[in-house]
């Protein structure tokens, strides 16, 4: 494909062994460094223009978070590095056994558009710490950011070493015909199998971060305002764009009753009485995404929001009820600020629905009662979990962040 | 084929059941499992013989000890594998619970390989139980009586819904690899594993792939060179070349490279006798296929010792080739048959590259008294795994992640690594719903404060 020289360069770039040395991958993390830092204002701006990111969110979520990366990696890197040495048994005793870290070679990252400099950049931060070479695809759905990323970041990076492609749904098939020595790919499931396939041909190993119906579990025992406080933020923030927002709620009808009131009065607390003027809230980032969420609308009854402005790409905070477990806003990840409650008689109901459908890549519960979080968490699989807050998970570099099924 | 979607239809539905969550219920499974391996040792030593003309001696060794070892492992450590993991926090998250947990991931395959018949689906049928899965189980079809034997006994001994064994040759693989599962573990060679691996794909299921390819052994002049090739022979020739990890090829200097040749001939002599055919430790190639393909990589070659074939046996004598051409067809594919090639290299610097110009084996050996040199080969090269001044030997320690890189794999297992394959390490963040305080620095509205903050 067209991509061919390319990786070819960048493979001759790796053979030569100039990503192995740690100074050599502390340069490069100092540069990636010194690109969020300069680019901070170019970041605000594109990322505002592609999907009317607030600035506070993308300060939250999308600049702090590969800050932290960042420094947690230099600081840690050293370690890392280091050979692990295992326990040996009494034949080995007195040889020398250890596990050695090494690089797979050239290794290809595919972003998402819905926070598109961190999950470009968290991965490529490992990538380089592991010292190597790296082919940055950012998606074309968030054009600006896109044309940011391949305009300037291979200015911060060793070209031999790094470089950045952009491409459509052709060309990225074209991309994936290369032999690369591992793929990151960030994005919806379809994808990830045609992703995985192409893997296939080259036994190239994959990292698949993919997405899901992220149920939402709220028991009676709470406190419902600081509830709907988290839930609201974690499902409204970047426009309900996130791979791991609470998709929908599983509550008692008496619950869904406090709920209401209080989910209203936290989103008037965020957005104030019109969402469409905060400059907290964001867009949709384009007509077919804006479309696709809107029909879902039409599923239930809207209690909470419900407005539309297709010309701005915006889709109120809006919450659901009378949701069916059939119709359409169940059948697909929401991705967008919609969130519908559907109302359960019980916990044991609540874990027999959730069980029913794939594993998400996050499941949240709310309760005060431990026995209740017990319960779901034993009973039950998803890539992550988070008792009472919602997204928080994601922000403890300790844990582990993927999804399973 | 419905049988197929039935017997991985009724395991998911005994996993969803719930059963094997409990540790005490994985326990029970694998002891269970051990009084097999202790109870049937007979027949499943003769099974073996049967498929590979292997002694009781070797089978015990290669295929039996192993096994048990790893049950035991898995006994005394599933409690602690099992427990969740509790991770640093950070100033956020001060005041709660984080931790992993490891989960079983639900219905898992495991695909062996026919070359040892039985620890390939044992060692990964111990993991995958104690991680708390259903696991359907895919002997090999080509060592038939370990294949049968397994279908036999394991119905007898574990839970039958849970733990259903699957026979058959190439259409009922390819059935059974449309069902959907949760990962799939297959050994054998490259070419199927790119099967697996897009079957798999289809369902998003997650792979370890413990393939092969042309392990290289690099002989350094400064190094003992008896103690060298007694080991390197041990290596090559058990289970008459058909191990993964065997050393395929040697690379040495021209200068030591017929002293390397007497060494292993008289090796083999120790080992093996005057008459090799007749000796009860000397494997058979499994199958007529094989024997003829491996014969044919003797064609134009330069046999320093060996090359007496009998086809009505699969019989292939240890056979030592010297000067041999890259280019030639020995070296294209993975032996995988008691034939040794050496090719004579100037220096470690030719070594290197020799071997970085090649896929990533599953296993690299280098011989030296020099731990630099040795330290360089590893640094400068890739594989699965290594060895040094030895063969095979990095297979036996569980600790190490045993598989392969590149071509030669992906994923691990053996000991903890097994049941870490087959669980999935769920992250957890235990909030409470008091302090909210702390969230409203990231709440809307935004203000350059919070921002600061």
């Not at chain 1, 044309?147 to 459509?168: H, Q, S």
Request: a neutral charge; proline letters at 5%; charged letters at 20%.
């Amino acid at each position: 494909g067209p991509q061919a020289g390319l990786v070819g360069r960048l493979r001759a770039a790796w053979l030569s062994g100039k990503t192995r040395p740690m100074e050599y991958r502390v340069a490069q993390l100092e540069a990636l460094g010194r690109f969020l830092e300069e680019k901070q204002q170019d970041i605000l701006e594109a990322t505002a223009l592609d999907m009317g990111k607030p600035p506070f969110e993308v300060e939250l979520s999308e600049i702090s978070i590969c800050r932290s990366e960042l420094n947690h990696t230099l600081n840690n890197l050293g370690t890392w590095m280091k050979d692990e040495h295992v326990e040996k048994n009494w034949v080995t005793q007195l040889d020398s056994a250890f596990i050695r870290k090494e690089p797979y070679g050239v290794v290809l990252i595919i972003g998402p558009w819905n926070y598109p400099i961190n999950l470009l950049l968290v991965p490529l931060i490992g990538a380089i710490a592991a010292g190597n070479c790296v082919v940055v695809k950012p998606s074309e759905i968030s054009r600006n950011v896109e044309k940011l990323v391949a305009e300037t970041l291979p200015g911060y990076l060793d070209k031999d070493c790094f470089a950045v492609v952009t491409a459509g749904v052709e060309e990225t098939t074209r991309l994936l015909e290369n032999k690369f020595d591992y793929i990151f790919f960030t994005g919806s499931p379809s994808v990830g199998r045609i992703v995985m396939a192409a893997a296939a041909k080259h036994l190239t190993p994959v990292t698949l971060e993919l997405g899901g119906k992220n149920p939402c579990y709220v028991s009676d025992a709470c406190d419902v305002q600081n509830v709907a406080r988290r839930v609201a933020w974690g499902r409204f923030f970047n426009a309900g764009q996130t791979c791991v927002a609470p998709d929908y709620v599983l509550c008692s009808v008496e619950m869904q009753e406090k709920l209401l009131p209080a989910l209203r009065e936290a989103i008037a607390e965020f957005y104030g009485p019109n969402p469409q003027e905060s400059p907290d809230f964001a867009r949709i980032v384009g007509h077919k995404q804006f479309q696709r969420v809107q029909a879902l609308l039409r599923s239930g009854r809207v209690v909470i929001g419900g407005q539309t402005d297709a010309e701005a790409r915006y889709i109120a905070p809006t919450v659901l009820v009378d949701v069916q477990h059939d119709d359409p806003v169940m059948q697909e990840e929401i991705f967008g600020p919609i969130l519908p409650i559907l109302t359960v008689a019980s916990v044991d109901d609540a874990i027999a629905f959730i069980n029913a459908r794939e594993r998400p890549l996050a499941l949240y519960v709310f309760s005060s009662c431990k026995k209740v979080v017990k319960r779901v968490l034993e009973r039950t699989s998803s890539g992550g979990f988070c008792a009472n807050d919602t997204i928080m998970h994601m922000t403890l570099t300790s844990l582990p962040f993927g999804g399973i099924g | 084929m419905e049988r197929m979607q039935q017997v991985v239809g009724r395991a998911r539905a005994a996993f969803n059941s719930g059963r094997c969550r409990s540790l005490e219920f994985r326990m029970q499974q694998l002891k269970a499992l051990e009084r097999m391996v202790q109870e049937k040792e007979e027949e499943i030593l003769a099974a073996i013989k049967a498929d590979l003309h292997k002694s009781g001696h070797n089978a015990y060794s290669h295929e039996i000890l192993g096994v048990l070892g790893e049950l035991a492992l898995a006994m005394d450590k599933l409690p602690s594998w099992a427990a969740p993991q509790p991770v640093k926090k950070n100033l956020l998250t001060m005041r709660d619970e984080a931790y992993i947990c490891p989960e079983p991931l639900g219905v898992v395959l495991i695909m062996g390989a026919w070359n040892y018949p039985f620890v390939l689906v044992m060692q990964p049928l111990v993991g995958a139980i104690a991680a708390g899965n259903a696991v359907v189980v895919k002997p090999s079809e080509i060592s038939e009586n370990t294949a049968r034997l397994v279908a036999d006994l394991l119905p007898q001994y574990l839970d039958q819904e849970l733990y259903p064994v699957v026979t058959g040759g190439i259409s009922e693989t390819t059935e059974l690899l449309k069902q959907r599962f949760d990962h799939i573990l297959f050994t054998g060679n490259s070419t199927v594993g790119k099967i697996v691996m897009a079957a798999a794909a289809k369902h998003l299921t997650p792979v370890t792939l413990e393939l092969g390819g042309k392990s290289p052994c690099y002989i350094d002049k400064d190094c003992d060179l008896a103690v060298a090739c007694r080991r390197i022979t041990w290596g090559k020739y058990m289970n008459c070349g058909q191990t993964c990890i065997a050393p395929d090829y040697i690379l040495c200097d021209p200068s030591i490279q017929s002293k390397v040749v007497e060494n292993i001939k008289a090796t083999l002599q120790e080992f093996y006798g005057e008459d090799v055919k007749s000796s009860p430790d000397y494997e058979r190639i499994i199958n007529k296929r094989h024997f003829q393909r491996i014969l044919s990589l003797l064609e134009g070659q330069k046999i320093a010792y060996g090359g007496e074939a009998d086809e009505a046996s699969c019989f292939i004598a240890p056979t030592i080739l010297t000067d041999v051409s890259p280019e030639s067809k020995v070296m294209e594919e993975e032996i995988f048959g008691p034939v040794l090639p050496i090719l004579t290299v100037k220096s470690v610097d030719e070594a290197i590259e020799f071997i970085n110009r090649r896929e990533k084996p599953l296993a690299l050996y280098v011989f030296s008294n020099n731990k630099k040199l040795i330290k360089r080969v590893i640094s400068e090269t890739s594989s699965g795994g290594v060895t040094g001044n030895d063969v095979i030997m990095h297979f036996f320690l569980s600790t190490l992640p045993f598989g392969g890189v590149g071509n030669s794999g992906m994923g691990a297992y053996h000991g903890k690594h097994s049941f870490e394959t087959f669980s999935h390490r769920r992250s957890c963040l235990i909030k409470d719903l008091k302090m909210e305080g702390m969230n409203k620095l990231r709440y809307p509205p935004g203000g350059q404060k919070k921002v600061d903050w």
